[in-house]
C-alpha cells in the first residue's frame, strides 16, 4: 500500500490549497481515505474523509464550507481542497487510509504528507 | 462535539510501567485506537479495537476502555518508547483524536 502525496506548497493569506494523494498497492474504492493536518509542534486533527467509491464525504463542523474531498477512479486519486487560508492553516497535511468503514476502523496508512506554509 | 482528553504529558523511569489515559463520554461504549509517533516519523498503530495489538507491535503494549475512559498501558517502557501518543475513536461518522501525551522515558 502506498499513498503519495503532492509537494510542499507556499500560499498567501485567502488563497486556496489542493493537495492530491495517489494511491497504489491496493483495491482503491474498497478503502475510505480521509485527510488529516498536524500544526506545527502540534497534535492530529482529522479534516473529514471520502468514500471513493461513492464520492461520498463527511467533514469535520470546524471545516465545513471551506473544504472539499474529491477523488478521480481513473488514477486511484484523492484530492482535498482548502480555501481561505490563514496562518493557521499552516500544517502538514495527511492522506491516510482506514480499516473500516463510515463508522469504526483504523489508519492502517498514510501518505508521506505535504507541508503547507501559509504566509503573506 | 465530541472530545477525547488526553494528559500533555506521561514520564516514567525505564522498566517501569506507563499508564496514558483518553477520556471522553462514554468511551467505554466505542472503540478506541492508538497510535505512537515519534518526532519527524509518521503515526503508528499499536492498539486497535480494546487490546488488540498489530503484527510487529511488542506485547507490552496493552489496552483497556471502559466507562468515561480508555487506557495505554506499557509494561516495562523502554527508552525507544519515548514518543506522542494518540488516542482515536469515532463519533458516529466523525473521527476524533486525542490531543495527545507526550511520554518521558528517563
Known amino acids: 500500500v502506498h499513498l503519495v502525496q503532492s509537494g510542499a506548497e507556499v500560499k498567501k493569506p485567502g488563497a486556496s490549497l489542493k493537495v492530491s494523494c495517489k494511491a497504489s498497492?491496493?483495491?482503491?474504492?474498497?478503502?475510505?481515505l480521509h485527510w488529516v493536518r498536524q500544526a506545527p509542534g502540534q497534535g492530529l486533527e482529522w479534516m473529514g474523509w471520502?468514500?471513493?467509491?461513492?464520492?461520498?464525504?463527511d467533514y469535520a463542523q470546524k471545516f465545513q464550507g471551506r473544504v472539499s474531498m474529491t477523488r478521480d477512479t481513473s488514477t486511484d486519486t484523492a484530492y482535498m481542497e482548502l480555501n481561505s487560508l490563514t496562518s493557521d492553516d499552516t500544517a502538514i497535511y495527511h492522506c491516510?487510509?482506514?480499516?473500516?468503514?463510515?463508522?469504526?476502523?483504523?489508519?492502517?496508512?498514510w501518505g508521506q504528507g505535504t507541508l503547507v506554509t501559509v504566509s503573506s | 462535539s465530541y472530545e477525547l482528553t488526553q494528559p500533555p504529558s506521561v514520564s516514567v523511569s525505564p522498566g517501569q510501567t506507563a499508564t496514558i489515559t483518553c477520556s471522553g463520554d462514554?468511551?467505554?461504549?466505542?472503540?478506541v485506537y492508538w497510535y505512537q509517533q515519534k518526532p519527524g516519523h509518521l503515526p503508528v498503530l499499536v492498539i486497535y479495537?480494546?487490546?488488540n495489538r498489530p503484527s510487529g507491535i511488542p506485547e507490552r503494549f496493552s489496552g483497556s476502555n471502559s466507562g468515561n475512559t480508555a487506557t495505554l498501558t506499557i509494561s516495562g517502557t523502554q527508552t525507544l518508547d519515548e514518543a506522542e501518543y494518540y488516542c482515536?475513536?469515532?463519533?458516529?461518522?466523525?473521527?476524533?483524536f486525542g490531543g495527545g501525551t507526550e511520554l518521558s522515558v528517563l
Open positions: 498497492g491496493y483495491n482503491f474504492i474498497a478503502y475510505y
Open positions: 491516510a487510509r482506514t480499516n473500516g468503514g463510515s463508522t469504526y476502523g483504523w489508519f492502517d496508512s
Open positions: 462514554k468511551l467505554g461504549e466505542k472503540y
Open positions: 471520502i468514500n471513493p467509491n461513492s464520492g461520498g464525504t
Open positions: 479495537q480494546g487490546d
Open positions: 482515536q475513536a469515532w463519533d458516529t461518522s466523525t473521527v476524533v
